[in-house]
């Protein structure tokens, strides 16, 4: 209970500091005006309604990054109004060089890199969450959820909104219409007081970003320094129904190379449903039925080889990533990529004054569960299917202070896990921050399962009685205009599990701390700033016998053509594994070994269309399968090319080689290539090919594991995809892929799957 009383006796002298405070209410000088008279408004980039005239005028000018002093010398300017139903937002952007401007038709969230226009608007003004739109000059759009109690943002959130943008012979021109049944905000009657900030990024010589509002970077949260602006009295509190029927039909075959067998077919349709009630303006309820949660884009390709963590992929259907952010918290409890096929859901969100609440709840046909411990993690594969929740709330104290609540559970027959975690989040001056959280879990596992599992997996799970564990973490953040520097201390004890969420470590507690110092260059040329970072960490397991300590060295040289050198090196004692794999524990059991190594990264902008970036790092590190020290290169190098407004081509190539007495271990290669014709910004289509290559020197293994490998591992995957997307949900999906595979046995290359899919949906709004 110690934990306990620590959390709650420092939120106790939170509030009681809090309150012997008075904040200063901010002062909402700026109106959005309701314009409902008028012709219609037609995203042209023309701006020539005469409601336009009568808008919010709001100069873009300060200057808030790299530098966050002084105004741009381009000229910008903002235009906001709304007719009750919609907020209209437009943008007037000189350029005095037209033919510099960055712009390509780009799929949704993808058009980082050029220039961009957007807003960021707080509905409730409260200093917790911002939404965020941005559009480029040819109206490709972005939108994003901004956490500022997490410092996290969102790009999974996608809203159902139109942009239109027009290069112009002065620059190019943005218009926005944003629905406001889109937008939670505050139920009360008359105007809203909300905040927001109108934002341009300007990449030339160096990415610029210029603000309507003079963000200072000496306080870490950006949201807190928005403008004050009320609008919206007149917002229609429609109760919003969307309605999303889906058709997925596919053939999907295979066949065993071993045997030379025929191809085996199978064939699957489905219809989905997916329902989306704006009860009103901030309570929302999302409803799934017999879903479709496959990939139709492949996953980011990644090597997993010397690593004995479970690796992380990011969330993307869009029945978790709406809301997602309101069942956040410092630790990542809630990971929705651990359901997998669920037949139904429903999830429920909403924001009353200072009060946020989420509730969801799915099935899952399959129950997979990451097993976690201190020297490694895995996936392990449980029988039959699985119940899932999540229930969240906080409670935004004052605009500095926020405490929330969050409750877990999974269970699957003889299975089940719970978790329960409370938070804070103060921000105790504009340059300091504290963050604490507390969680206790309780988990039962199947007897079965330890016999699936070998090792440390094996030992986690082995327990006739229930195992209850408790985890906590402290995080302290100062952050001055030049540099920052920060204390964090966390641990979770041996029966730790949260398996609703993503936190591979467990039996383990670590203390880091580290900061930065940036230098600017007043008089910029040919560089801009130069920073250097430290940073120091040192973990034990639960028992506190000792895992790991590494420092870490960076010094980075920003400059021309968005150009960016870093040098970079890291020390580090470490144990390896355990010699008696029948014990979990760590002192007597393991070695230690002294790691250490040196990394290059460069990156350049040489033309408006060309980015490129190469990595390289030369290190010694414990080669975890033969137990030694070896040497260990890793290279990756990276190219993007727009080679004009519809064609994007994209290659990212990883060498990773390790040596041992200057022999080869292994030698492993990832390329991932896309080339992608943007049609417009609805449609496009996109040929990927991945393409991984491992090859192994057996004969430099130890004798115990010459039989364990192939010598040669060969995939090529490849997926043709056509997509148009006239919202989030009203979408047309054809596509096809297999994938080509060769090892020791099968001596070339030859394809063991195939598949080929269409998918529909069209949204109602009701």
């Known amino acids: 209970m110690k934990p306990l ?10 509030l009681s500091l809090l309150a012997t405070a008075i904040a200063a209410v901010p002062q909402h000088s700026l109106h959005i005006p309701l314009i409902s008279d008028g012709p219609a408004i037609v995203l042209d980039g023309n701006m020539d309604e005469p409601q336009w005239q009568q808008a919010l005028q709001v100069p873009i000018r300060f200057l808030t990054a790299p530098q966050d002093e002084g105004e741009a010398e381009v ?31 780009r799929n949704r969230d993808q058009i980082w890199g050029d220039d961009v226009v957007g807003l960021k608007l707080d509905t409730y003004g409260n200093q917790q969450l911002a939404y965020q739109f941005f559009v480029n000059p040819l109206g490709s759009q972005a939108d994003a959820i901004e956490n500022a109690v997490t410092g996290r943002e969102s790009s999974a959130w996608d809203g159902h909104w139109q942009a239109y943008g027009r290069i112009t012979e ?71 129904l969307v309605v999303a029927p889906a058709l997925v039909t596919g053939i999907a075959q295979g066949r065993d190379l071993a045997t030379d067998s025929d191809w085996q077919s199978q064939n699957n349709t489905e219809l989905s449903l997916d329902v989306k009630w704006g009860i009103t303006p901030d309570l929302t309820l999302n409803a799934t039925l017999n879903p479709d949660f496959s990939q139709v884009e ?53 924001r009353m004054a200072q009060h946020t609440f989420g509730v969801f709840s799915t099935d899952d046909q399959q129950t997979t569960v990451l097993i976690p411990g201190n020297l490694g993690s895995r996936i392990a594969q449980l029988q039959g299917s699985s119940q899932n929740h999540a229930l969240s709330y906080s409670y935004a104290a004052s605009s500095n202070l926020t405490v929330g609540a969050l409750l ?48 440390e997996a ?105 150009s960016t050198l870093e040098l970079g090196s890291f020390v580090r004692q470490r144990v390896g594994n355990r010699q008696d794999q029948s014990l979990l524990t760590i002192a007597g059991n393991t070695e230690r070994y002294n790691e250490y190594g040196l990394h290059l990264f460069a990156e350049i902008r040489p033309h408006r269309d060309l980015n490129m970036y190469l990595y390289w790092q030369e290190a010694e590190v414990l080669d975890l399968t033969n137990e030694r020290l070896s ?35 292994f ?26 290559q491992l090859d192994r020197n057996l004969d430099n293994y130890e004798a115990a594991w010459q039989s364990a490998f192939q010598r040669r591992q060969r995939n090529l995957t490849s997926q043709l995809l056509y997509s148009y997307q006239l919202n989030p949900q009203t979408v047309f999906f054809i596509g096809y892929g297999d994938n080509a595979f060769e090892d020791d046995q099968q001596v070339d290359l030859k394809r063991d799957q195939r598949s080929a899919f269409v998918k529909m949906s069209y949204a109602w709004l009701l």
């Open 5 to 14: 009383c620590f959390f709650l006796t420092a939120c106790s002298v939170c």
């Open 75 to 105: 000229y910008t300017m903002g235009y906001l109004f709304d007719d009750g139903s919609t907020l209209y937002v437009a943008f007037d952007a000189h350029d005095a060089t037209p033919a510099k401007i960055r712009a390509a038709y």
């Open 170 to 240: 002065h620059g190019f021109r943005v218009e926005m219409a944003i629905p406001l049944h889109i937008l939670n905000m505050p139920t009360t009657a008359g105007a809203k007081n909300m905040t927001f900030e109108l934002v341009r990024f300007l990449p030339r010589d160096q990415q610029l970003r210029i603000s309507s509002a003079p963000i200072k970077r000496n306080n870490r949260c950006m949201v807190c320094q928005m403008t004050p602006v009320s609008g919206f009295a007149s917002a229609q509190r429609s109760r919003s």
């Open 298 to 350: 492949a996953d980011a390709a990644a090597l997993s080889i010397n690593n004995p963590f479970t690796l992380f992929f990011a969330e993307k259907r869009p029945f978790f990533t709406e809301n997602a952010d309101y069942f956040a918290s410092p630790w990542n409890l809630v990971h929705t990529r651990n359901i997998a096929e669920p037949n139904a859901g429903a999830k429920f969100t909403g």
């Open 408 to 455: 877990t559970q999974r269970s699957a027959n003889d299975y089940r896990n719970t978790v329960l975690s409370l938070d804070n989040n103060w921000r105790i001056s504009p340059h300091d921050t504290l963050t604490l959280q507390w969680v206790a879990t309780q988990t039962q596992y199947p007897q079965y399962l330890a016999a699936q599992l070998s090792h």
């Open 458 to 562: 094996a030992l986690r799970v082995n327990a006739d009685d229930t195992l209850q564990g408790q985890g906590y973490r402290l995080n302290y953040l100062h952050q001055q205009r030049n540099w920052h520097a920060y204390l964090r201390y966390q641990k979770r004890d041996k029966d730790f599990r949260a398996d609703l969420g993503f936190l591979p470590e467990t039996d383990w507690q670590e203390l880091a701390l580290g900061g930065d110092y940036t230098w600017f260059f007043t008089k910029p040329q040919r560089f801009h700033r130069f920073r250097i970072l430290n940073h120091a960490f040192a973990s034990q397991n639960a028992a506190g016998e000792f895992l790991a300590k590494k420092l870490e060295s960076y010094a980075i040289l920003s400059g021309q053509m968005n």
């Open 631 to 665: 040497d260990q290169q890793h290279i990756i190098a990276n190219a993007s090319y727009s080679a004009n407004q519809h064609l994007d081509i994209r290659l990212r190539h990883t060498l990773t080689e390790m040596r041992y007495l200057s022999a080869q271990v």
């Open 667 to 692: 030698t492993a290669h990832l390329t991932d290539l896309r080339l992608t014709w943007q049609f417009n910004n609805q449609s496009f289509l996109r040929l990927a090919l991945i393409y991984r």
